[in-house]
């Protein structure tokens, strides 16, 4: 290998964005190299969307097993083996990693492997895996950093050596009671299984409610749900001091509405949050500015203050979702060959993978209210869904927002099975700027979900009625 080689794009990191950047810029014919220290694709098939929901369904299958006299079933095994059920993640991500390496040989992509480090604006350092140092120069350059996990500071914390999310997709044991710091996306998501797999769970969280960017009807189900498989939800507690060391004893002190109180435990999982991987490596010396909270300072178009450097995913501030750091790849490619995209406007759906799912597009109510904008709210609950039925999943609810003054679809909220699939139907009507009578008066396959759109939309209050509007 050459001790530096210069290239067309050089991409510092493999994640969604650069990884889908460099197949396609190498595959046009242009000298592509891409720097990724570790994770061969980035977190999302490593270590965060991928590997998660794997270990949530089979988390669902233990639930299913255990409910099995239900459906006609005699009871499934009630003993979980946490190996098993890593392997068959494990086995996933190396078939995922297989897939990766072969699009980057196929596009032409050089992959080196190191952890990279800028020495002047478009020339990266590469301290190279297999030991030794190589320098990159680029005639464009593009971040895709991601980021980790963040570590409040609470005392004793830090020294408690806490699971992330990373270490906890490879437990090979079921912890006896597991501590999870954060009602948010990645606490949440991680605490159900663990419950399923026969865990204590206790969840621990600042706000006044879990899911705290959802609107307090949506995390009200959660809770009911969460609760009713005997995870303990505290919210509104404040985290004072942690003893002890996740894996062997972790007492956790808490200040709550109630007063002081202590939650003994074997593991802790911290899921408080992401901090950048922009930090100590050289971006601010080379002209990229940062923002307040260390994200790379860009512009509609993902350009960083530096001429010929973008950046793209969670490290440009993006919305932190697979999806988005895609379209960060779309944006920027489309600017370079000519189009004109921006992250202006974008409409960015999600699905939080919690049983129930929570899936929601657009506005809320909480958001709608906070922009001024006057709504009318359709919702019903999941047992009007008549799938949720047969399936016996009736809990949940779906929620949509209506222009007051015309029939705009502004916000779609489904708590339920199935909830991130429907969220789709939705986006795409929004999209298309139908009306919502569209989606009420459609002709939709019986028994699906969708089909408990056409419930939903015909129980929107239909305008003037004056008491059955909301304004802001
Ligand atoms: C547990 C968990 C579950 C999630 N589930 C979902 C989900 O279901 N759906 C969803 O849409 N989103 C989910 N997310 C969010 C999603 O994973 C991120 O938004 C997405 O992976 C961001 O992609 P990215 O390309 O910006 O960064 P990443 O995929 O993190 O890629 C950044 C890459 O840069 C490398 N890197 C960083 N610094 C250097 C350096 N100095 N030198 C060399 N390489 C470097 C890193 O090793 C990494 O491979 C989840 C996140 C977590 C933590
Ligand atoms: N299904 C998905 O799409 C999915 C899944 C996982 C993660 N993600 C993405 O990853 C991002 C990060 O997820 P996350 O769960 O780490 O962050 P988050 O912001 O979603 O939730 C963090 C939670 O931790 C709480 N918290 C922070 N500090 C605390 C403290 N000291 N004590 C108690 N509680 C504290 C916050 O109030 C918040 O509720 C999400 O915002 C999301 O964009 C997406």
Redesign the pocket.
Known sequence: MPASQSCDILV????????YLAWTMAKSGLRVVV??????????P????????NIIYSGHVAALARRGAEFGLPDGPARVDMGAVRERKRRMVQDLIEVHRRNYAASGAALVM????LVAPRS?E?ALREGGTQVCSGERVFL????H?AIPAVPGLAESQPLT?VEA?ELGVVPEHLIVLGGG??GL??AQPWRRFGSRVTVIEQGPQIAGHEDPDVAQAITERFEAEGIEILAGVKPERVDGRSGDRVDFHVQGPAGPQRISGSHLLV?AG?TP?TRG?GLEEAGIALDARGYVRVNERLETTARGVWA?????G????????FD?FRIVHANLTGGKRTTQGRVVP??M?TDPELGRVGLDETQARKAGVAYRVAKIPMAAVLRTRTLSEPHGFLKALVAVDSDQLLGFTAVGVGAGELVAVVQTAMLAGLPYTALRDSVLTHPTMAEGLTVLFAAAPTPPVADSRKRA
Request: hydrophobic share 35%.
């Open positions: 510092l990191g493999s994640g969604e964005s650069g990884k720097i990724e220290r570790a994770l061969i694709g980035g977190s999302c490593n270590v965060a969307c991928l590997p998660s929901k190191g952890e990279g480090r990266i590469v895709n950093l991601g980021t996990a999310h997709l996306y990645v998501e991680m899921a992401r991987n490596i793209m995913g969670d490290c440009a993006s919305p932190q979702f697979t999806h988005v750091a960060d999600y699905c993978f």
